[in-house]
């Protein structure tokens, strides 16, 4: 009998495949330079994106430290759950991030949410975008609920968790959002920091975050996760 890391692994290899050359792309990175940082060949990196492979857990922790994700992002799991449903590993550590560590994982771009005041309350929505010179940069609807609140105060919250690992690491973000109303760099923005809306559409209103404050905190594993035997008291 298989076990379920096996069959986790090997349910749809082909789309393993298209998640490795999807995320590869991303990162600009040859298969050349995959393959040497996960140690593998680099045929069997080209291989492995246009053809149905089943892969092991080793080589798919390879590869997802190679392309500086999680196996659970290269296996597609949870994407109908809520993250942090996994049962927590009681072997961990808190660390505060300093401002240095919160830029380097927001550099790195995709999804974040803006919480802000809107007229039912405060409300947190959900924005591509991209950093640029210590500030955050998205794109919205020139009428819309984002847009309305230029020259307002704002929180804009980036996480990430690795179930699989036990680690995550969430980053906020203070300041006042304004809408870039120069033409110039609005072209600028368009060619060099463009974060393309993930739900499609035309979003023509450039705003951006100017901070006040950056924090961020990181989950560290300190072991293995230990089982719980549902039995209370001391361990």
Not at 88 to 106: F, G, M
Request: charged share 25%; proline share 6%.
């Amino acid at each position: 009998m298989k076990t379920t890391n096996e069959r986790a692994v090997t349910a749809d290899p082909g789309d393993i495949g298209r998640r490795v050359a999807h995320r590869r792309a991303r990162l600009g990175l040859s298969r050349e330079l995959v393959a040497e940082r996960s140690g593998l060949d680099a045929g069997f990196v080209a291989y492995l994106e246009t053809r149905p492979v089943p892969v092991g857990v080793s080589t798919l922790t390879r590869l997802a430290d190679a392309l500086d994700t999680t196996v659970t992002d290269l296996l597609g799991g949870g994407r109908e759950v809520p993250p942090g449903r996994a049962r927590a590993n009681s072997r961990v550590r808190i660390e505060e991030l300093d401002p240095a560590a919160c830029w380097t994982r927001l550099g790195r771009g995709g999804v974040g949410r803006v919480v802000l005041v809107a007229p039912r309350g405060l409300v947190a929505l959900p924005v591509n975008y991209r950093v640029l010179d210590a500030t955050v940069l998205y794109r919205t609807d020139a009428d819309g609920t984002l847009a309305r609140a230029a020259d307002s105060e704002v929180a804009f919250e980036v996480d990430q968790l690795d179930e699989v690992f036990a680690t995550g690491w969430s980053v906020l973000v203070n300041g006042t959002v304004s809408v870039v109303s120069d033409e110039e760099a609005v072209r600028w923005f368009e060619r060099h920091s463009d974060p393309g809306p993930w739900a499609g559409g035309t979003r023509d209103t450039w705003m951006r975050i100017r901070p006040t404050g950056i924090s961020g905190r990181i989950i560290l594993p300190e072991g293995p996760p230990v089982a719980d035997s549902g039995v209370g008291g001391e361990p």
